[in-house]
């Protein structure tokens, strides 16, 4: 576009001709508001918006026709002339007169910009050496606009290579979550969502099955957190290192976090004292915040605090660990007694959950695990929800997908028992002590929806529809300063205080216990508030993230696995569509129902397709239902 002056009021008169919008216009009347007749009808315009071009009289602008004339020559003539020239001389030297016709042909060669440049009334002619370079952009955009149509038609039928990523670039951005259009999705009528770009790359062979754009598509961190960690403080701690301390996680666990030991009846569960090295609004703790938690992916996580706070403070990673160690007794009613909380060096022994299943029959884990089991009962008495529903884990090597069952296991259970009961002394311990803390809460489900689902048994064992039922019954927990009834745990208060290396808000809470055991200044509530928010603000991105790559792994192990075959139970249905759940990968899937079934029926299910962009798997049945 052409950047010129205006010319002066006094001059545009009554059928004169002018430019508006870079469009020929005719004036009407003038005034205060100038009236034109432009090609799209008669508007009102500003005088300062109007740039004349001759003077008139023009009668209507089907005067304006296409004229042919000597450029070239004209050019040469003005290129040898000093000084600046008009629209009249060009259109004369062009068009030998000046009229509104010749006026706009010869404006629209100014405005073309290859051989003139400038406004009506002081217009240049250009270089040689300019003329070359715009003759070549010109060459070189022509070029890129006939491959850009080439490669539409290879799109439009179905032939895109990876050579055509470079036309690719907006298609990928979008898959990424980067921008929000795509200019070749639009011209090949496609609606511009990341679902769409997605299919596009795998189908063109630009992206493979196991890139995972879900994380970066919701905006998540995926750089590690590098910010400086303190020192550990100079200060007294309880010396437990007489104490077997037990370690027990997945296989592969790199964080290991808590501990549980015994020392006669009393339970000890140790945490990673990272508030030791993270204090409220240092450098680390404001990186933390800004993460919420650890971000678990298949493929590898990426943590909430840097690596080595967990080199440092992980338990068993090094002959001796500090912890914040949470002691207490479990009575015969379940219920906690004795309850400290004191900075500790602990001893750790690392053990899998199948390890420490070998051991259950044995001292010490057989003790830790009638304390849990008592401790579980008072909590099922409560009204506790207990939903057993498949689940897997789940590893990504090089790509390729494995995924196996976690099974139930005595052990599994006597550690949650205890990181449970951490929560809960750490929550009554704040209350007994008046320290604000970020308190875990949920209310309770429909009661009666509950009643006749349990039939009055808080004990009754539940197939695997009524777990399914029982969850969707559940309400959101909530978090806030004042404790109130988790429902849902069967506890009066609780808090989550076993996961400060991985969860913030865990991590706020060891930072105020700690606080409080040096007798210095507390977070008030509204700091602790303000930590909630922050922390809610990127929580709920971090599990949809997660909840989304698992499928899409999941959904990449069936592609490794075409024809794979597995058991589907039936879990809900409406009317003949029915709600499966596949044990095996604990994936949920519709399907269509032949016939009304029972709940629970169980059948063999084939894999029929994926939809790895919509992240859908369709499955086929293979053998009549049954309801072992």
Not at 87 to 116: H, K, Q, S
Not at 190 to 206: D, K, V
Not at 242 to 253: K, S
Request: hydrophobic share 40%; with cysteine.
């Amino acid at each position: 576009m052409v950047r010129v002056k205006s010319m002066s009021s006094a001059l545009i008169l009554k059928n004169s001709l002018v430019l508006y919008k870079n469009r020929p216009a005719r004036v009407l009347n003038t005034g205060e508001r100038v009236e034109i007749e432009t090609e799209s009808g008669v508007q009102k315009v500003r005088l300062k918006d109007l740039l004349l071009l001759h003077p008139g009289p023009l009668n209507s602008l089907a005067e304006l026709h296409p004229l042919s004339g000597d450029v070239q020559t004209a050019w040469e003539i003005l290129s040898d002339l000093p000084g600046e020239h008009n629209l009249e001389e060009l259109a004369e030297l062009i068009y030998g007169a000046y009229t509104p016709d010749t006026a706009w042909a010869a404006w629209w060669w100014v405005a073309d910009g290859l051989y003139f440049y400038g406004s009506p009334q002081a217009l240049s002619a250009c270089t040689p050496d300019q003329i070359l370079h715009e003759q070549a952009a010109r060459q070189a955009k022509a070029v890129e606009a006939k491959a850009w149509l080439d490669f539409l038609d290879r799109a439009r039928a179905g032939r895109i290579t990876p050579q055509d990523r470079p036309f690719l670039r907006d298609v990928e951005d979008l898959a990424w979550g980067r921008r929000t259009e795509s200019r070749v999705l639009r011209d090949l009528g496609r609606s511009e969502s990341p679902e769409t770009a997605h299919a596009l790359l795998l189908h063109a062979g630009i992206w493979e099955i196991n890139i995972n754009p879900h994380p970066a598509r919701l905006g998540m961190q995926l750089t590690l957190p590098d910010p400086p960690l303190s020192d550990l403080p100079d200060e007294q701690r309880l010396d437990l290192t007489h104490l077997l301390a037990f370690a027990i996680d997945d296989p592969g666990n790199q964080e290991p976090d808590d501990a549980i030991s015994l020392d006669g009846e009393r339970l000890w569960v140790h945490v990673a004292d990272a508030a030791a090295l993270v204090s409220p609004d240092s450098p680390a703790d404001m990186e933390a915040r800004s993460r919420g938690a650890t971000l678990y992916l298949p493929e590898g996580s990426i943590p909430m605090l840097p690596s080595q706070a967990i080199q440092r403070l992980g338990l068993g990673l090094n002959q001796v660990s500090p912890a914040l160690s949470f002691g207490l007794q479990i009575d015969s009613g379940g219920e906690l007694a004795g309850i400290e909380i004191v900075p500790s060096w602990v001893r750790v022994q690392r053990l899998t959950y199948p390890e420490a299943d070998l051991y259950m029959d044995e001292d010490p884990f057989a003790k830790l695990y009638r304390m849990a089991m008592r401790y579980q009962e008072r909590r099922r008495a409560a009204g506790a929800g207990f939903i057993e529903l498949p689940e897997t884990k789940m590893r990504v090597v090089d790509g390729v997908v494995d995924i196996y069952p976690i099974l139930p296991m005595r052990s599994r259970d006597c550690v949650q028992e205890a990181m449970l009961m951490a929560g809960e002394a750490a929550a009554r311990y704040a209350l007994e002590h008046t320290l604000p803390l970020p308190f875990a809460s949920q209310d309770p489900p429909d009661p009666q929806a509950l009643q006749e689902m349990l039939m009055g048994d808080p004990w009754r064992v539940l197939n695997m529809s009524e777990m399914y039922a029982l969850r969707r019954l559940q309400r959101r927990g909530q978090i806030g300063v004042s404790p109130s009834r988790h429902a849902g745990l069967g506890l009066p208060a609780y808090t989550r205080a076993t996961s400060p290396l991985r969860r913030y808000l865990d991590l706020v809470v060891h930072q105020q216990l700690r606080l409080h055991l040096s007798r210095s200044t507390l977070l008030s509530e509204m700091e602790i508030l303000e930590r909630v928010g922050a922390s809610e603000a990127v929580v709920g991105g971090i599990n949809q993230a997660e909840l989304l790559s698992e499928r899409h792994w999941t959904l990449v192990y069936l592609l490794q696995h075409p024809g794979w075959q597995g058991e589907g139970v039936l879990v809900e249905k409406r009317g003949l569509r029915g709600k499966f759940i596949l044990p095996e990968l604990a994936l949920e899937t519709q399907l269509h129902l032949r016939q009304d079934l029972p709940l629970d029926s169980r059948m063999m299910l084939m894999l029929k397709d994926v939809n790895l962009a919509e992240l859908e798997a369709y499955f086929q049945v293979l053998d009549s239902p049954s309801l072992r």
